[in-house]
């Protein structure tokens, strides 16, 4: 079966201070790879997708980046963190052939920005 | 432009009866729709989707309905359990390659009483 991980599940940072959420996918090949932010009282936002080793694509111009240095991890990281980066962190992924969407969701970062 | 729209933002209903969530898209290209459970401080996990070709699907004690012409759709829970409390959100995609994007409402927080 399946199973998406990431890490650190909590984190509290200093502004201007260096970030790195890793998630790794077991249990399929070729996934496309999600990262989504979910900051208080509001939605889920698209941050990055990867449709493959070294594919990036930004959905919104912000403070983050986005790498995919292998077919199941994929890092979301930041040189100088912003207080409005804090927020839950969430990665996905979906099966690339799948004509739905469907979306399967790791357990969440929280990251506070101090 | 928010194109997949949840206008109640909380719900609260009593254990037994039934929950109603509804959602709105304005987007005519969508044609798969889901709808997805978010506990506190965890990822969202899938519930229940439907095709645009449908107008209900029915998985248990969960139902959704789509009417197209009204660009609407709603999620039944019959009978609420107060385990079903956690935002509800709703999502819809379009066929674009082999990478559908879900584009996602800001969810409903449902609350079931005992």
């Known amino acids: 079966s399946q199973t998406i991980h990431q890490w650190p599940a909590t984190l509290v940072q200093p502004v201007g201070s260096p970030l790195s959420l890793e998630c790794t996918v077991e ?20 941050l990055f997708y990867s449709v493959g080793i070294g594919q990036i694509s930004s959905e919104v111009p912000q403070n983050l980046s986005a790498s995919r240095p292998q077919d199941r991890q994929f890092i979301l990281s930041s040189k100088k963190l912003l207080l409005s980066d804090s927020g ?12 739905t969407g469907e979306l399967f969701f790791g357990e ?7 | 432009d928010q194109q997949v729209k949840q206008n109640s933002p909380s719900l609260s209903v009593q254990e037994g009866r039934i929950s109603i969530l509804n959602c709105d898209y304005t987007n005519s290209m969508f044609d798969y729709f889901l709808w997805y459970k978010k ?34 759709l ?7 359990q107060p385990g079903d409390s956690a935002v509800y959100f709703c999502a819809a995609s379009a066929s674009a390659g082999n990478n559908r994007k879900l584009i996602w409402g800001l969810g409903t927080s449902l609350a079931v009483n005992p």
């Open chain 1, 108 to 114: 969440g970062s929280r990251l506070t920005v101090l």
């Open chain 1, 27 to 46: 249990g399929t090949s070729n996934p496309n790879l999600y990262w989504y932010r979910q900051a208080a009282g509001r939605g889920l936002q698209l």
């Open chain 2, 39 to 72: 506990y506190p401080a965890e990822g969202p996990t899938f519930l229940i989707s439907i095709s645009s070709i449908k107008d209900k699907n029915e998985d248990g004690r969960f139902t959704v309905f789509l009417n197209k012409s009204a660009k609407h």
């Open chain 2, 74 to 80: 709603s999620l039944h829970i019959v009978p609420s």
């Open chain 1, 88 to 99: 839950f962190y969430l990665c996905a992924w979906s099966v690339r052939a799948l004509n």
